[in-house]
């Protein structure tokens, strides 16, 4: 089984599809795979027709079953300093190297090189796998995926048990994140003006300000989680742009920013709050510019927070397959969280180390390939009594 999970490790790291490219070639892949098996696949398109979610159900038709989930696309190499060719897998000690060999390919080998097993095991619930695209730049998929299998198929799934790279420890929950873009229109003129024109650099300023006076009132009112690294919501302005010249008065500023939300606060709130005191920022600024405005608007939108009970039935399986009895959280947002939203009960668990994503010589260790084999298969069992 290790050897034909390596063989499948092989394939699916030779296809450099990164976030946000089309995935048809690892898609059609996986496909083939599964339908030389006789499993049923069905795709989830995306509007344009170049990517393609993936979905297959293996055991009867039967409540109760489980999702095994993970992503197609990769991060970039570019850049970086890699020792072996990042698309083709180098074995060197008992470390397999590639790009995704961690996130998470791997998972997705073990994954399809265990489906032999699962259609030969007398299952009494269902093992589904479910493969997107676009996780990379956004979780882009995964809602659409979830909400798919949750209704797609004449039973009801309760499982989702998503590989990413946790060293095989159980991982109950990460924080939700949204992406937005805020820009700010003004009037343009002569500096020496600056009192009588509107400065969307200025105001744009002062906004940054008042969202990072959110923050430490998140900071001191919201949710406190201490299973988080920082334990609270958090917001962050990574991009700002504007004006033409150092003596023009700036007409037009954009700024990215990001909230990260622990579970138990809601990005609503803060949403809310900003709007609000944008228009009463804009009422002000058109008294001087009629043509004054705040826009914001999703760069990339909610992926919502994953938490998941200590007690639930997931956690103490995963628990007993993995020999991993003490959980934790992820400080990344991931498809869990989307399959939680959608009526999952959802954690991460997979093989491969998350300090080896996304960076170059990324390696998945043979022996963690071989426990989440283990892992698999003792999942296998509990679905077929």
Known sequence: MLQ?????????VAFPVLGGESNLSIAGYIAEY???????VHFIPNAAGDKRSIHCRIGPTADGGIVLSGH???????????????????????????????????????????????????????IYLAFSYDEEVGCLAGAELAETIMHFYPERPRYALIGEPSMLQPLLGHKGICVLKTTVLGSAGHSSRIKSEVSAIHEAAKLVVW?????????????????????????????IAGGV?????????????????????????????????????????????????????EDHPLVPPLSCPEDADLVQWVKTWTGNTHTSTAAYAAEAGQFAEAGFEALICGPGDIAQAHRANEFVAEEQLAKCLDMLGSLMLEFSK
């Open 4 to 12: 034909e999970t390596i063989r499948i490790l092989k394939d699916l």
């Open 34 to 40: 599964l339908e030389g098996l006789g499993v049923e």
């Open 211 to 239: 969202l990072e006076n959110k923050m430490n009132d998140l900071v001191e009112n919201g949710t406190n989680d201490p299973r988080f690294t920082p334990p609270h919501s958090s917001i962050h302005i990574g991009q």
């Open 245 to 297: 010249a150092p003596n023009v008065i700036a007409d037009k500023c954009t700024f990215y920013w990001d909230v990260r939300i622990v579970p138990g606060d809601r990005l609503e709130d803060v949403l809310e709050a900003f709007a609000a005191h944008c228009a009463e920022t804009e009422e002000t600024l058109r008294k001087r510019f009629s043509g004054s405005a705040i826009i914001t608007e």
């Open 72 to 126: 197609t696309d990769v991060v970039p190499v570019a850049g970086q300093d890699w020792q072996t060719d990042p698309f083709t897998l180098t074995k060197i000690g008992d470390k397999w190297y590639a790009r995704g060999s961690a996130d998470m390919k791997g998972f997705l080998a073990c994954c399809l090189a265990m489906a032999p097993a699962f259609l030969k095991a007398d299952l009494k619930r269902p």
